[in-house]
């Protein structure tokens, strides 16, 4: 077993409440990682120090084996690390077409000069368009799009910058059934493909049914580890967290 | 609107912008005119060049008029105190700014939005400060002469000249613009202006965008602001580090559209010749600037998009109302219509 | 080396300019802490009751001090319409830039007014007790130094009290430390806005009655003012009144000692100086506590 990302005694505060404290995780590569655990226990601040968001006050984070904590984001992106954000963020005035297209990364001068919608990368960008099935709404405005169809366009964006891990923050956040269904299945078939996950999540049927390894927070700390069927009878998780 | 016809319409405008540059000088009835004209030409290169920044990035900065006046006494100053010919000047004296861009902008980038503005106004007012009181130096605020790159020309063939100059400049700054628009980079601008963390999320370097966005419009106001010493010839700190010249670069950015490449030169052509009716009509009074305020106050209050993007949408409408309200609708386009409705919330 | 009768002069008007700044700065901190609207037009209602001042002193003979009981109640309606009519109606998503601008706008606005209506011509009070001054351990010091300096602990005070002790004042502190939490406990944060924003200017015609004691006004000196304000409340903590209060002392007592070395024009890059060092090492301000935002 591989690591993907790691982090040891994890610490932020933010004035006088403590989101993380102590938090050493490891994450596996090639497989999907659930994070889980109540509000307020840290998922999303560890998911923001771990991307360079925010800066962490102690302890250390790495991705494959480098250091990344004091990276920026951008760096940490190039480095395979991708992410989308608990309220979907996407660029509202650009089409739904420009918005992938912005995950293109050009090399050096001549790169950045380039026209924007150079047919390789436009082919590429519609690619993940019509996987996420919303190839229809290729020059649809983001702001004019509906909230599911955002977080499509979200993660079809961070899909294009070929991250080699993919950080997903509540996928399943305001999303009907059928749509979920389609996130999930989604997961599995880029797992399979060797991208590795790492999802926070309350919705505790999707978790349960995609995930490999599942680690669990309460007050800024993991509590418990594991595969499903051990945590969904842990104790100290159905205690903390999931109730009976 | 469709590609095609934003390119028609892109090179019906340049055709016809290129015309009106050549035949102006000969067109205009006195030399009085074709130097308002050059006037209002000077805006519209630095509203472009304020637009590097301003329309790609989102980041409002009024203190441009820093940059044009760094640029204006630079050249003046090599000129007069390195000796070096008038153009060669221009040159140097733009690289100069440029090099002297990257050290505010990286202080200036560091931060967004209203602290942006802040520090820019900041600038300006600084330079203001230090122009006037180093007189020993820069002429203080007895001002500085700077001499006439061609010293045997007439005042009309002087704006000629300066007149095809100015324009030459606007069709490289427009040309820029253009390019970078359309470019790789200029997409991770405007991703930066959309949401400048998300940007960096997806692996943008959004510092060093800026800052480079911030060197390129530096560079090309400081040409105008050189340029305009060379065709001027008399240089104050009073007007050249001026917070309102700032001001109105960027309400005629806005005024026209941020988001075109023609908006600021059509704001700098709205705001130009309105300035110069006020003058007529108010005379040397104060009231110019109230009328500079009130239109300001307007445009940010109802039409912050700019003129042509409200043309634009106008033409938009008129278009759809000639369009059936009811369109003939096949059994297969129905079912992928259903199909995509399953996707919708 | 300064004489240490200099030197404690220079102390001592340091702290009665730190004290007028204090009052300056308040209300362009307030405006930003309610609304995050950058007010660049402050310093242009500072300049207008400045005039009204000197006008109604040179034009009707009253006290410039006296004027302040139109001025101070006619700023404060005008800060409510302000906030009222146009600020709310800026959409939200660009809300601190477009503010700018606005008020840009509006400062323009009001300095070409004053310019049409009293010429660019420089005018000054010339008050009966505009040359006094008394002594103190060997330190001259102006009475209406004094005198502005009083006005401006005075309104502060009376600022503080409000905003600790009324329940106004707490409706405004709620609606600047979080918006949406003062609305669900029920707080009209338009109205508290509203007033916040008659308070802002309020403070604004006190302390340009102070500055019209002491200083020689011409329309466009405002500009000369906006600079140095912004600069003591980023240094201060944006939104924070007591951090604006603390940074324009310090910042007030700076420029009164660097007089001595560096000359009055040069004395006032310790603003910019000041600013520029506060966006690098520590851009939420240096005094501002937890009040205190980031743009």
Redesign the interface.
């Known amino acids: 077993m591989t690591t993907s990302l790691e982090t040891t005694d994890l610490r932020k505060a933010f004035g006088g409440v403590v989101a993380l404290d102590g938090a050493t995780v490891s994450f596996r590569h090639g497989q999907v990682n659930a994070l889980i655990g109540p509000n307020g226990s840290g998922k999303t601040t560890f998911f923001n120090c771990v ?1 360079g ?1 925010i800066r962490a006050d102690s302890g250390r984070i790495t991705y494959r084996g480098s250091d990344i904590a004091r990276k ?3 760096a940490i ?2 480095a395979g690390v ?2 989308t ?1 608990q309220l979907c ?6 089409s739904a077409l ?1 918005n992938v ?6 090399g050096g001068l001549a ?8 047919r390789a990368e436009v082919d590429r960008a519609r690619g993940w368009l019509t996987r996420l ?2 190839e ?1 709404l290729a020059e649809i405005e983001a702001r004019n799009m ?4 955002q977080k ?1 366009l979200e993660l079809a ?2 899909l294009m ?1 070929e991250p080699e891990t993919v950080l997903l923050d509540e996928p399943a956040g305001g ?2 059934p ?2 979920l269904d ?1 996130i999930g299945t989604l997961v599995r078939e880029l797992n399979a493909e060797g991208r590795t996950f790492v999802i926070v999540e309350h919705n505790m049927d999707l978790v349960m049914s995609i995930s490999d390894h599942i680690v669990v927070f309460d007050r800024g700390r993991p509590i418990a580890e594991g595969p499903p069927a051990l945590i969904r009878t842990d104790e100290r998780v159905l205690g903390a967290y999931l109730g009976v | 609107m469709p590609n095609v016809s934003k390119r028609v319409l892109t090179g019906v405008g340049l055709v016809l912008l290129a015309a009106a540059a050549i035949s102006f000088p000969s067109l205009a009835p006195n030399p009085y005119i074709l130097s308002a004209g050059i006037v209002v030409v000077n805006y519209a290169v630095l509203a472009t060049s304020w637009n590097f920044v301003g329309g790609f990035t ?1 980041y ?1 900065s ?1 203190g441009h008029g820093a940059l044009a006046g760094l640029g204006g006494y630079a050249t003046a100053l090599l000129v007069t105190k390195a000796g070096l010919p008038s153009f060669v000047a221009l040159a140097v004296a733009a690289l100069l700014v440029a090099a002297l861009a990257v050290p505010i902008g990286l ?1 200036a980038l ?10 820019s ?2 600038l300006v ?2 330079l203001l ?1 230090v122009f ?2 180093w007189a020993s130096f820069t002429g203080g605020s007895r001002g500085l002469v700077v001499p006439r790159p061609f010293p045997g020309l007439l005042r009309p063939e002087h704006h000629r000249v300066f007149f095809y100059l100015f324009s030459g400049l606007l069709a490289l700054a427009l040309l820029a613009w253009w ?2 628009d ?7 601008l ?2 930066i202006r ?2 400048e ?11 060093a965008y800026k800052l480079i966005v911030f060197v390129v419009s530096a560079a090309f106001t400081a040409l105008a602001g050189g340029l305009y010493a060379l065709w001027f010839g008399d240089l104050d700190p009073v007007f050249q580090f001026s ?2 010249t700032g ?1 109105y670069l ?1 309400l005629m950015a ?1 005024l026209g559209g941020v988001r075109n490449l023609f908006g600021p030169l059509a704001g700098a052509l709205i705001v130009g010749i309105a300035l110069e009716y006020f003058k007529g009509q108010f005379g040397n ?13 307007l445009v ?2 109802f039409m ?1 998009d700019g003129v042509l993007p409200a043309l634009g949408s106008l033409v938009q409408r008129f278009r759809k109302a000639e369009q059936g309200s009811i369109r003939e609708v096949s059994a297969s386009e129905l079912l992928a219509q259903r199909k ?1 409705e ?4 | 080396m300064p004489s240490g009768a200099l030197l404690f002069q220079s102390i001592i008007l340091g702290l009665l300019l730190g004290g007028l700044y204090a009052l300056l700065a308040a209300g362009l901190t307030l405006y930003f802490g309610i609304m ?1 609207v ?1 007010m ?1 037009a402050h310093s242009a209602f500072l300049i207008l009751a400045a005039y009204l001042a000197w006008w109604s002193h040179a034009r009707l003979g009253i006290d410039p001090l006296l004027s302040m009981i139109v001025t101070v109640p006619l700023f404060f309606g005008a800060g409510v319409l302000l906030q009222r009519m ?1 600020l709310s ?3 939200s998503a ?1 809300l ?7 008020t ?6 009001v ?6 209506a009293f010429t ?1 011509t420089q005018r000054r009070i010339q008050l009966g007790y505009g040359s006094a001054s008394f002594g103190l351990f060997g330190a001259r010091i102006a009475v209406v130094k004094l005198i502005a300096f009083g006005l401006a602990v005075i309104s502060l005070a009376v600022l503080y009290l409000l905003m600790k002790r009324t329940t106004f004042g707490w409706a405004l502190r709620a609606t600047i430390q979080h918006r949406d939490a003062a609305r669900l406990v029920g707080i009209d944060t338009e109205k508290v806005a509203g007033y916040g924003f008659g308070i802002g200017l309020a403070t604004a015609a006190i302390g340009g009655t102070a500055l019209s004691l002491d200083t020689t006004i011409y ?1 466009s000196l405002h ?1 000369h003012w ?2 140095p304000l ?2 003591i409340i ?1 240094v201060g903590g944006l939104g924070s009144v007591p951090g604006a209060a603390a940074a324009a002392i310090l910042l007030g007592l700076m420029q009164s000692l660097l007089q001595i070395p560096m000359g009055t ?2 004395a ?2 310790i603003f ?1 100086l000041a ?2 060092a506060t ?2 090492f520590r ?1 939420q301000g240096f005094f501002g506590g937890r009040l205190a935002q ?2």
């Open positions: 991307t968001m920026a984001p951008h992106a190039r991708g992410r954000f963020r996407v660029f509202p005035r650009m420009d297209l912005a995950a293109v990364r050009p790169g950045g000069l380039r026209g924007a919608r150079h099935g919303i229809h509906s909230w599911g169809q499509l964006g961070v910058g999303v009907n059928a749509l389609r | 989102g409002i009024l202080a560091r931060v967004r939005g209203a602290s942006f503005v802040i520090v106004i900041a007012l600084i400060l006037q009181s390019l970078i359309r470019s790789r980079f200029g997409l991770g405007k991703a959309e949401d963390d998300k940007a960096e999320s997806l692996g943008t370097p959004t510092f917070i309102l001001s960027v806005l009074t104060p009231l110019h600037l109230v009328a500079t305020g009130v239109l300001l106050g940010v209050m912050p995509r399953e996707v919708r919330q | 995050r950058v660049i146009l109606r800026l959409r660009t601190t830039m477009m503010s700018v601008l606005l840009f706008a509006i400062a323009l606005i300095e070409g007014l004053l310019g049409y660019g329309p500009w906006i600079g912004m600069a980023v024009t040069w006032q890059t910019y600013l520029f966006l690098a851009p980031r743009f």
